[in-house]
């Protein structure tokens, strides 16, 4: 039980000098087009071309991945435990190996999405550091990712992979593309095109700039608001279905969605009680009471359109 986990990484080390780039997928075992676009960069990046190091995990979780959920056995989750602990359980372990491997790092990508319950509205993420100088260059890759959305959140929250960056002193984003237990192909494109344009932007690799697809850019520094799984609680166990789509404009008192119970006899409306936009949806219709529904990425400037 206290095997040491190695994690089935790619290396691509460059001809010339430079940074250190990590790229992980799988952090979360059913996030599938992290694990297309990180095997594709595999055979795409040409160590000839390369000026530094380039490290791809496309499956971080593989215990989670076999098992075909977003947990391993020990229902830990791998983004809520790091850097985690030798003598643990599996998940406790893969965070002990993730967690040596950002440290080791210059920069760092932990590409995410949905999984099985949730759909997600593309988007980069970033942790607001204290330190402007990382701050500034996690901005320059969610920009350089290029994805529509880009959301930056309090730095404070633990246990993440993020985390294990934040007091590595490494520059890092996540990234998140729909999910619904799928493997999007247009996330596998996206994620993958978005690895190679911040390779581009930290210098690892000499490569045309695409033009901008960021649409929107909120950074919100009250503590917690980077946590997901906490807005929009089903009041009930049963079965939800949404009113609202990903990227929809919402203010308070607008429908959110509803959750039955098995009867039907009862029937909760969930209502808005931000203003922002809908970031991410469960997709999974079955819910028990106090599982998050809806995730709104809140809008600081209402108003402002
Ligand atoms: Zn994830």
Known sequence: MTDTI???????????????????????GDEFESMTAIRRLAIAVDASELSGR???????????????NRTAEDGLDLARVCPGDPEGSVTLRTAVALSQLIESADYYIDLHSGGIIMDVWPMSGYGLSDDPAILDVQRRMAHAFNLPVIWGTAGNLNGRSLSVARDAGVAAIYTEYLGGGRCSPEGADAYFEG???VMAELELLKRERPASAVTLRIEDPRPGSGHMQVQNPSPITGQFTPAVSLGQRVRPDDLLGFVTNVSGSQVHEITCTQDGYVLAIRTYPRVHENDSVIVIMEDLQPGDG
């Open 6 to 28: 190695e994690l089935q990484t790619i290396e691509v080390v460059g001809k010339a000098e430079g940074p250190h780039l990590l790229i992980t997928g799988g952090v979360h």
């Open 54 to 68: 380039l490290t791809l995990v496309p499956v971080v979780n593989e215990a989670a991945f076999l098992a075909g």
């Open 195 to 197: 690895c190679l344009n």
